[in-house]
């Protein structure tokens, strides 16, 4: 059962992080939202004694190497979010669907400020307006990802 | 029963956040200082290379699709221009070693240790995948099995594209001019004074950098490689300078630069030896 569960999860894992590395035009490019990190925040919300910090920081880690970021970057800002999932996620779970959205937005609003931080801090570009725009789209992509997700688990695993 | 489950996952949690957290800090710090990812790269470039090659299929596909439904009349069409296109470059390069002679001639005049440039030219394919849209960089699908060396100049058909950063067993990493931590000496080719042109994350634009207020330069001046920095060869084309910002109170002009490679709409690419 619980084997079930880490199988398709790093299954859906994988391939997020395929889909993460998809080429797209040039224009929205700037404004893709994180795939790989909002497919962990749901599993972290739906299992979150399986799903945890661990899970976090390996793929954030082989992240880094896919990405050509310095090594720990995404690991590092993982942990942090899938942390405050994991903190406050018996309050998130009996929110309506629509504060579920919203508190995503509170719980990515520190990953997009660590990142625009770390930027600074390594000497990495970027563009304040895009990653505005780019959490707005993670939001707005939330509602289809969690209903894929959701209909992945019930089929799946539970 | 459940809420006992997770109270006793969170005791450990915060140790495990401190662990992990601790984990990441350091390998950011060793890594910035001591680039070892790209050891990590070249280790698993075995596994890394079908992830990409995956994550670029897609595209692969729809462009195999897209040449294989072209009609046979723009087929044909295509054909008919390219080979105008070939003999006209054809008709040019006939008279490059007459070129070549006479420039090397004046350069004994001038007495000018300019060697003339490489020769050898290779063909390497873009993997397209979706990096870090803050990245300036680009992978190539040629690695160390072909004598590609850190520093090697990447051009395509228009203008330099950038240098060799990385090299792993399939693939290699090109960090484009238009990257901010990349900086390459041109000259202008009006003047053949010399500029510093630097990126600054944006694919559509460079800027050149330290230009005194009273200096020649104007806009659609076309800037070229002055291989004085060891790394570019002389006389490649880097791009043209489109905007000029002349503020008295500045110490400097701001100068910005359109590059001509299309830097981000390539499918293949050069390297020079």
């Given at each position: 059962?619980?084997?079930?569960?880490?199988?398709?999860?790093?299954?859906?894992?994988?391939?997020?992080?395929?889909?993460?590395?998809?080429?797209?035009?040039?224009?929205?490019?700037?404004?893709?939202?994180?795939?790989?990190?909002?497919?962990?925040?749901?599993?972290?919300?739906a299992f979150p004694?399986?799903?945890?910090?661990?899970?976090?920081?390996?793929?954030?880690?082989?992240?880094?190497?896919?990405?050509?970021?310095?090594?720990?970057?995404?690991?590092?800002?993982?942990?942090?979010?899938?942390?405050?999932?994991?903190?406050?996620?018996?309050?998130?779970?009996?929110?309506?669907?629509?504060?579920?959205?919203?508190?995503?937005?509170?719980?990515?609003?520190?990953?997009?400020?660590?990142?625009?931080f770390a930027n600074?801090?390594?000497?990495?570009?970027?563009?304040?307006?895009?990653?505005?725009?780019?959490?707005?789209?993670?939001?707005?992509?939330?509602?289809?990802?969690?209903?894929?997700?959701?209909?992945?688990?019930?089929?799946?695993?539970? | 029963?459940?809420?006992?489950?997770?109270?006793?996952?969170?005791?450990?949690i915060i140790i495990?956040?401190?662990?992990?957290?601790?984990?990441?800090?350091?390998?950011?710090?060793?890594?910035?200082?001591?680039?070892?990812?790209?050891?990590?790269?070249?280790?698993?470039?075995?596994?890394?290379?079908?992830?990409?090659?995956?994550?670029?299929?897609?595209?692969?596909?729809?462009?195999?699709?897209?040449?294989?439904?072209?009609?046979?009349?723009?087929?044909?069409?295509?054909?008919?221009?390219?080979?105008?296109?070939?003999?006209?470059?054809?008709?040019?390069?006939?008279?490059?070693?007459?070129?070549?002679?006479?420039?090397?001639?004046?350069?004994?005049?001038?007495?000018?240790?300019?060697?003339?440039?490489?020769?050898?030219?290779?063909?390497?394919?873009?993997?397209?995948?979706?990096?870090?849209?803050?990245?300036?960089?680009?992978?190539?699908?040629?690695?160390?099995?072909?004598?590609?060396?850190?520093?090697?100049?990447?051009?395509?058909?228009?203008?330099?594209?950038?240098?060799?950063?990385?090299?792993?067993?399939?693939?290699?990493?090109?960090?484009?001019?238009?990257?901010?931590?990349?900086?390459?000496?041109?000259?202008?080719?009006?003047?053949?004074?010399?500029?510093?042109?630097?990126?600054?994350?944006?694919?559509?634009?460079?800027?050149?950098?330290?230009?005194?207020?009273?200096?020649?330069?104007?806009?659609?001046?076309?800037?070229?490689?002055?291989?004085?920095?060891?790394?570019?060869?002389?006389?490649?084309?880097?791009?043209?300078?489109?905007?000029?910002?002349?503020?008295?109170?500045?110490?400097?002009?701001?100068?910005?630069?359109?590059?001509?490679?299309?830097?981000?709409?390539?499918?293949?690419?050069?390297?020079?030896?």
């Amino acid at each position: 059962m619980v084997n079930k569960i880490h199988f398709v999860v790093i299954l859906i894992l994988l391939i997020s992080m395929i889909i993460n590395l998809f080429p797209l035009p040039e224009i929205i490019t700037p404004y893709k939202p994180p795939l790989l990190m909002l497919v962990l925040i749901y599993w972290s919300l739906a299992f979150p004694n399986q799903i945890n910090l661990t899970y976090a920081f390996v793929f954030g880690i082989i992240m880094d190497v896919l990405l050509l970021m310095p090594l720990g970057y995404n690991a590092f800002l993982y942990t942090v979010t899938i942390y405050l999932i994991i903190i406050y996620y018996p309050q998130i779970r009996l929110h309506s669907y629509w504060n579920k959205m919203f508190s995503l937005l509170i719980i990515l609003l520190p990953y997009f400020i660590m990142s625009t931080f770390a930027n600074n801090m390594l000497n990495i570009s970027y563009d304040i307006l895009e990653v505005f725009v780019s959490m707005i789209v993670s939001i707005l992509i939330w509602p289809l990802l969690f209903s894929v997700l959701r209909f992945i688990r019930l089929k799946y695993t539970v | 029963m459940k809420s006992e489950l997770h109270f006793r996952g969170e005791r450990f949690i915060i140790i495990k956040l401190l662990i992990f957290l601790l984990l990441s800090i350091t390998f950011l710090f060793a890594d910035i200082n001591l680039k070892y990812s790209n050891e990590i790269r070249k280790k698993f470039s075995h596994v890394i290379q079908p992830i990409y090659s995956l994550a670029a299929l897609p595209i692969d596909i729809y462009n195999s699709i897209s040449t294989y439904v072209i009609y046979k009349n723009n087929l044909i069409l295509e054909k008919k221009e390219l080979e105008k296109k070939i003999l006209i470059q054809s008709g040019i390069i006939q008279k490059i070693p007459s070129l070549q002679e006479e420039n090397k001639r004046l350069k004994k005049l001038l007495y000018s240790s300019n060697t003339s440039s490489s020769s050898k030219i290779q063909m390497a394919e873009l993997i397209k995948v979706n990096l870090n849209p803050f990245h300036n960089k680009i992978i190539i699908n040629e690695g160390a099995n072909k004598n590609i060396f850190i520093g090697q100049t990447v051009i395509d058909s228009v203008g330099v594209l950038g240098q060799v950063s990385e090299i792993n067993n399939d693939f290699s990493v090109v960090t484009l001019i238009t990257d901010p931590a990349h900086a390459l000496l041109g000259v202008n080719a009006r003047t053949n004074k010399r500029i510093i042109i630097s990126g600054i994350g944006d694919n559509r634009k460079l800027i050149a950098k330290y230009i005194p207020l009273n200096e020649d330069i104007q806009e659609g001046d076309i800037i070229i490689t002055s291989g004085l920095d060891n790394v570019f060869p002389e006389g490649y084309l880097i791009g043209q300078i489109s905007k000029i910002n002349r503020k008295e109170s500045d110490d400097f002009l701001s100068v910005f630069v359109t590059p001509s490679s299309s830097l981000s709409s390539n499918r293949e690419v050069m390297l020079l030896w």
